[in-house]
Nanobody
Framework: QVQLVESGGGLVQAGGSLRLSCAAS????????MGWFRQAPGKEREFVAR????????YYTDSVKGRFTISRGNGKNTVNLQMNSLKPEDTAVYSC????????????????WGQGTQVTVSS
C-alpha cells in the first residue's frame, strides 16, 4: 500500500499562486507516476497533471497548460504542483494520486489517492 498526504491548499485571489505538495510513503517502489486531480462542487473529478517517475515526462490538461507546473519535490517521494495565474474556475478539492503505470491520465489507472486539499480562488 501507498499512503499519500497533500498540503498547501488555501484561499487566494484571482491571479495569485499556490503550491501544493504531496508526500508518498509505504510501498513507494511500486510507483511509476504521480498526478493531481481536482473536483469542483457539482462536477466530476478532472485530471490536472501527471509526472512519470522515470524520465520525468509531464502531461497537463489543456485548461492549466502554461499556468501549472508539476514536479518532483526535493524529498525522494514527493510531488509538487505550482499553480500560477489562478482563476476562480480553478476552485476545487485537489487530490494527489499515484499509479503503478506510467504515461497515464485517467483516474481509473491511478491506484492510490490522497484525502484532498481545498483550493479556493476568489474573484
Amino acid at each position: 500500500q501507498v499512503q499519500l498526504v497533500e498540503s498547501g491548499g488555501g484561499l487566494v485571489q484571482a491571479g495569485g499562486s499556490l503550491r501544493l505538495s504531496c508526500a508518498a510513503s509505504g510501498r513507494t517502489l511500486s510507483i511509476n507516476a504521480m498526478g493531481w486531480f481536482r473536483q469542483a462542487p457539482g462536477k466530476e473529478r478532472e485530471f490536472v497533471a501527471r509526472i512519470n517517475w522515470s524520465g520525468g515526462a509531464t502531461y497537463y490538461t489543456d485548461s492549466v497548460k502554461g499556468r501549472f507546473t508539476i514536479s518532483r519535490g526535493n524529498g525522494k517521494n514527493t510531488v509538487n504542483l505550482q499553480m500560477n495565474s489562478l482563476k476562480p474556475e480553478d476552485t476545487a478539492v485537489y487530490s494527489c494520486a499515484a499509479s503503478r503505470s506510467a504515461d497515464v491520465a485517467s483516474a481509473r489507472w491511478f491506484d492510490y489517492w490522497g484525502q484532498g486539499t481545498q483550493v479556493t480562488v476568489s474573484s
